[in-house]
């Protein structure tokens, strides 16, 4: 069983940064990942990471933008989120698989067994 709590989120101004965690207690995932779901839209996946490998993949949307790190001894994954837009507005959740995901799978929200809870963030002037 994993459990996952992330935190960090808030409001910010455009073009500001924020960086969330997820702590993972429990073992035995491979892919974490943070999906982000805006006020009436689907969930879409935002950044991965494969644990073992440390590989990482990014939405279009975010890519240059966002980084996904991942402190193994302190079971955390972290998202950076830097120029953030109103675009990027949404409640984020981190995820986990058992699996090592790969493309497609890994933007798949049904391919994660664990989410945490979320946290808000909100970009607006």
């Known amino acids: 069983q994993v459990q996952l709590a992330e935190s960090g989120g808030g409001s910010v101004q455009p073009g500001g940064s924020l960086r969330l965690s997820c702590v993972a207690s429990?073992?035995?995932?491979?892919?974490v990942g943070w999906f982000r779901q805006p006020p009436g839209k689907e969930r879409e996946g935002v950044a991965v990471?494969?644990?073992?490998?440390?590989?990482?993949n990014y939405a279009t949307s975010v890519k240059g933008r966002f980084t996904i790190s991942q402190d193994n001894a302190e079971n955390t994954v972290y998202l950076q989120m830097n120029n953030l837009t109103p675009e990027d507005t949404a409640m984020y959740y981190c995820?986990?698989?058992?699996?090592?995901?790969?493309?497609?799978?890994?933007?798949?929200?049904?391919?994660?067994?664990?989410w945490g809870k979320g946290t808000q963030v909100t970009v607006s002037s």
């Open positions: 995820a986990a698989s058992t699996a090592v995901l790969g493309r497609p799978a890994l933007w798949s929200p049904s391919e994660y067994q664990y």
């Open positions: 990471i494969i644990v073992g490998s440390g590989n990482t």
């Open positions: 429990g073992w035995l995932y491979n892919s």
